[in-house]
């Protein structure tokens, strides 16, 4: 059938087509112009298909088209649709990290508006409707604003299982000397650096800020230091419930379930012995008293 010409009338504009034959029986119909059929049927059978025209994204572009136009982006790999005056991407070639982080094809959410469904992840404002299970993976949460208990309260837990676990609030602070975990130390209004507490003076013990190690270092780094709450050490041997625990008169850093009685020591409860005793609430008292 080659170079065979045949022509198929279209009686909806009156118009005659022309359609073309190859050596394997295969008719293709040329049309020109504008033409608006009701309804398209390719039947069903082996080898039927619908083939796009293929175009470059160039070759697409330079396309003036109406909505509903579809094409295969051959420079994309892509079946792309024309739709509120812009060229869309619906279908992709698969490839082994679909929509993956730095995947090809990976998914972005900037950008993104509207109000998401129950299920979605949340950003911004919608977060606060949220209930926030576990940060655990985040080791650094922070929080946008002041946090509101909503009526509730913090847990803590009170027998710590493991050596130098805590739970409570601290503050990082710079070293003065070298400090172990679970020293008590004081923050000294001079160079606002923290020292080993000692009861034989009121500057290292009396009216000055106290907390406890919550990691050893040296003098001029960076520490954890709680100021209140539950801390373990496997060395604490305080076996009477609700103990209160003084700062030690004669070794810096060392709690005493014994109160100091020697002269000008500084008597302050720092906290108390807890359901285990190897447990401390650390809460030091506000007042404190000088022995005469």
């Given at each position: 059938m080659s170079g065979v010409k045949l022509w198929i009338h279209?009686?909806?504009?009156?118009?005659?087509?022309?359609?073309?034959?190859?050596?394997?029986?295969?008719?293709r119909v040329e049309m020109s112009g504008t033409y608006s059929p009701d309804i398209v049927i390719i039947t069903d059978g082996a080898g039927h298909y619908l083939e796009l025209p293929s175009l470059t994204t160039a070759e697409r572009n330079a396309l003036t088209v109406n909505n509903g136009a579809m094409v295969y982006n051959s420079t994309t790999d892509t079946i792309d649709v024309y739709l509120g005056g812009a060229w869309l991407s619906f279908?992709?070639?698969?490839?082994?990290?679909?929509?993956?982080?730095?995947?090809?094809?990976e998914?972005?959410?900037?950008?993104?508006?509207?109000?998401?469904?129950?299920?979605?992840?949340v950003l911004d404002a919608e977060v606060q409707a949220v209930s926030i299970n576990n940060l655990s993976e985040d080791a650094t949460p922070q929080l946008g604003g002041d946090l509101d208990l909503n009526e509730k309260s913090i847990q803590y837990e009170l027998t710590l299982d493991t050596d130098g676990k805590y739970e409570g609030e601290y503050v990082s602070g710079v070293l003065g000397e070298t400090v172990i975990y679970s020293e008590v130390v004081y923050l000294k209004t001079a160079d606002q650096r923290w020292w080993k507490a000692l009861a034989s003076a009121e500057a290292t013990s009396g009216d000055v800020l106290l907390g406890i190690?919550?990691?050893?270092?040296?003098?001029?780094e960076t520490?954890?230091?709680?100021?209140?709450?539950?801390?373990?050490?496997?060395?604490?041997?305080?076996?009477?419930?609700g103990q209160a625990l003084f700062?030690?008169?004669?070794?810096?850093?060392?709690?005493?379930?014994?109160?100091?009685?020697?002269?000008?020591?500084?008597?302050?409860?720092?906290?108390?012995?807890?359901?285990?005793?190897?447990?401390?609430?650390?809460?030091?008292?506000?007042?404190?008293?000088?022995?005469a």
């Open positions: 279209d009686e909806d504009n009156d118009r005659w087509l022309p359609a073309l034959g190859n050596d394997e029986g295969v008719l279908a992709t070639h698969p490839h082994a990290a679909l929509h993956e982080n730095g995947g090809a094809d998914i972005s959410v900037d950008g993104l508006s509207g109000t998401l469904a129950d299920d979605q992840h190690m919550l990691e050893g270092g040296d003098a001029g520490k954890k230091i709680m100021l209140r709450g539950f801390i373990r050490e496997d060395d604490f041997n305080f076996i009477s419930y700062i030690d008169a004669s070794t810096g850093g060392d709690m005493t379930a014994t109160a100091p009685a020697v002269a000008t020591n500084i008597v302050r409860i720092v906290g108390y012995a807890g359901a285990d005793a190897n447990v401390v609430r650390f809460e030091p008292d506000k007042t404190w008293l000088e022995i």
